[in-house]
Nanobody
């Protein structure tokens, strides 16, 4: 069973930075896509950034230029460097993984990010 464990969330002032990490364990197959989603109270879950095993990345317009996604395939770990944080970035950030070989999605439990104004 694949498990995703996030870390790095917390409380930060507007303009500050945080780095999220997500470690995937239990997979013997390549994790093709890893991503970060976020969900604020009363809002839909939204894609923040994604990255393929080859390193191709994509970002939501709202975070372009401020957030950077990266991954270490050897460690099955994905990172999200978040700079110039805004109060509207406040949400639970969830790690996502897709394994093509199994055609299955996996989700982490989430880590809270709170940005104060």
């Amino acid at each position: 069973q694949v498990q995703l464990v996030e870390s790095g969330g917390g409380l930060v002032q507007a303009g500050g930075s945080l780095r999220l990490s997500c470690v995937a364990s239990g997979s013997i197959f390549t994790i093709n896509t890893m991503a970060w989603y976020r969900q604020a109270p009363g809002n839909e879950r939204e894609l923040v950034a994604s990255i393929t095993s080859g390193g191709a990345s994509d970002y939501a317009d709202s975070v372009k230029g401020r957030f950077t996604i990266s991954r270490d395939n050897a460690k099955n770990t994905v990172y999200l460097q978040m700079n110039s944080l805004k109060p509207e970035d406040t949400a639970v950030y969830l790690c996502y993984a897709y394994i093509l070989r199994l055609r299955r999605n996996y989700w982490g439990q989430g880590t809270q990010v709170t940005v104060s104004s």
